[in-house]
């Protein structure tokens, strides 16, 4: 999406970093005019020297202008070193803060609606969040490019007004057609920026996918793929050094024809005796030392471009929607109790079901979908079409996202693993731990490494089998000891012994002398059987419902859904 669509903007992201550190930045631009004015002095001063001192052969003034071009020397080191810590200091704070912004926008409770890959947000908050921070960087050195210029010309008529005027008059207009070279690299270097996050995102997800890749022969495709985004890459990436080489070039330029320009009066001025020695060496001096603040002007203005990238591209991720749009209410009881009333969206039509205290509740759903449409709903994401979820008494979308973690776990199929330690990823929660890893046959992951539950598991946890992430995906959700917990087919890759272990485990853990309900999505007979409850979904709404021996005797869909 656009960043224009939301409360960000890259204009918006830049100026909200100035005002956030503006008075370093001020003080940074200050100091570091005051240098360049310094800098300034050094040819000026040593005109004055040879004009003063040396052609008229006084020993008491040579010592006494010496004397000032010193203090000029420790003026200029000591604004640029405390200019340059504030400017600095200012960079990296804003950095900080947008990293951190990024981080906390994209692990909100509520979720990121985004179509960024992990990869794609990981160089929004790295490279973009710094490139944006040099913009902090840019400006100090373009203000103080423009303070030289600006001294530089008052200089050049106090000395001779022909000069003075061509500075005046040239330098805006040469730094002015700088300027319009400035989109063309922020468009490069965003489109730069765009393919080089793609480049890291694939490379990443390869990674992590080699083992799968391997299994279906198809690391030459995924060679293939991530050969051709990084030849796209770096033709970006030459595009963008090619727009900061014209800039460049272009800064050289104008401050050449300056210097060829003011060198040719001033030796026409000298040579007709209106300038001494003393005044063209200062003159030559000042505006060789123009060349510095204009390259400067040039740089600074590619590095805004590059910086206007990164924000709209920082605005990109901070302008995503929330997955969740739940509200503020507080039920005033804890039971977990869900009702869920005549739910239609998408394939669901009708569908109505309770849980009960202490019960186990199995939803033998036909379709895939149906399921799927199900967790949508149950876990906050969704709204229905019709219909409502009541948690608690209070309608799920109007509670607080806090209110419903309390009380309602809504578990997926698809496994998230991520990157840390085994421990790290399974105790989330207050349960008790050795339980949990017995009831859910995840001591059995443990044991396979000799550092147990203090084993690296990688990011998405591709270095274990799909019934090894299972099993520790349910220790998770059983360990977080919720009122409510809804399962979709936890035991799908797993062997039959311990799909049994774990039917067993479950009960065990959840419904030992306690109130709690558990809802599984499962078509398993292990967890069917122990289950208090079935309810056979057809079409998106409840068809039959009793135990599972019953409805294996008196229902032949269920039969055949069960044991297909």
């Not at 003026?75 to 803060?97: D, I, K, P």
């Not at 509520?110 to 040099?134: F, I, K, N, Y």
């Amino acid at each position: 999406m656009s960043d224009d669509r939301g409360p960000f903007s890259a204009r918006s992201i830049i100026l909200r970093g100035f005002r956030r550190h503006i008075r370093a930045i001020l003080g940074g631009a200050t100091l570091r005019s005051i240098h360049q004015g310094a800098e300034l002095g050094v040819p000026v001063l040593i005109g004055v020297v040879v004009d003063q001192a040396i052609a008229t052969g006084n020993s008491t003034r040579l010592f006494i202008w010496l004397a000032v071009l010193g203090a000029d020397f420790v003026v200029l080191s000591f604004t640029w070193r405390f200019g340059a810590r504030l400017e600095f200091n200012a960079m990296q704070q804003e950095m900080h803060l947008l990293r951190c912004e990024i981080a906390e926008h994209v692990l909100d409770e509520r979720g990121a609606d985004t179509e960024h890959l992990p990869g794609e947000l990981l160089s929004v908050a790295t490279s973009d969040a710094e490139r944006c921070g040099h913009s902090i960087w840019a400006f100090g050195w373009m203000s103080t490019g423009i303070a030289a210029i600006a001294i530089t010309a008052v200089l050049l008529i106090s000395m001779d007004l022909r000069i003075g005027v061509l500075a005046f008059v040239g330098l805006p207009a040469g730094l002015g057609a700088i300027q319009l070279l400035s989109p063309i690299v922020s468009r490069r270097a965003r489109a730069e920026q765009d393919k080089i996050g793609k480049v890291a995102a694939l490379a990443s997800d390869l990674v992590r996918g080699l083992r799968p890749l391997r299994g279906i022969g198809a690391e030459k495709q995924a060679v293939r793929r991530y050969r051709e985004l990084s030849q796209d890459a770096t033709v970006a990436r030459i595009g963008t050094a090619s727009s900061f080489g014209y800039l460049f070039g272009a800064s050289s330029l104008v401050g050449g024809l300056f210097l060829a320009a003011v060198a040719g009066l001033a030796g026409s001025d000298v040579a007709n005796g209106n300038l001494s020695i003393g005044q063209l060496i200062a003159i030559v001096g000042v505006v060789q030392f123009l060349a510095e603040p204009i390259a400067l002007i040039g740089e600074a203005t590619a590095e805004f471009g590059r910086a206007r990238a990164s924000a709209h591209r920082i605005a990109d991720v901070l302008n995503s929607p929330r997955l969740l749009t739940l509200g503020t209410r507080e039920p005033t009881s804890h039971e977990g109790h869900l009702v869920v009333e005549d739910l239609h969206l998408d394939d669901l039509h009708g569908l109505s079901f309770e849980t009960r205290p202490g019960e186990v509740l199995a939803l033998v759903v036909a379709d895939a979908t149906v399921s799927d449409a199900l967790m949508d709903v149950l876990s906050g994401e969704v709204s229905p079409t019709t219909g409502s979820v009541l948690l608690d008494g209070v309608p799920l979308q109007e509670m607080s996202i806090g209110a419903m973690h309390d009380r309602l776990l809504v578990s997926r199929h698809h496994v998230d693993l991520f990157e840390g330690t085994l421990r790290s990823n399974i105790v989330v929660g207050p349960g008790d731990l050795e339980a949990v890893l017995h009831a859910t046959a995840a001591a059995d992951v443990a044991e396979l490494d000799p550092l147990g539950l203090d084993q690296q598991v990688t990011d998405r946890g591709f270095t274990f089998s799909g019934g090894q992430r299972q099993r520790v995906a349910l220790a998770r959700s059983l360990i977080t000891d919720v009122p409510t917990l809804v399962l979709q087919e936890p035991t799908t890759a797993v062997d039959a012994i311990t799909e049994q272990i774990i039917a067993e485990g479950i009960r065990d853990i959840r419904h030992r002398d306690s109130e709690r309900a558990t809802i599984i999505l499962t078509s398993s007979p292990s967890l069917l059987h122990h289950a208090d409850r079935v309810l056979f979904v057809v079409d998106g709404s409840t068809s039959t419902e009793g135990v599972h021996s019953e409805l294996m005797r008196e229902s032949p869909a269920y039969r055949e859904a069960v044991l297909r």
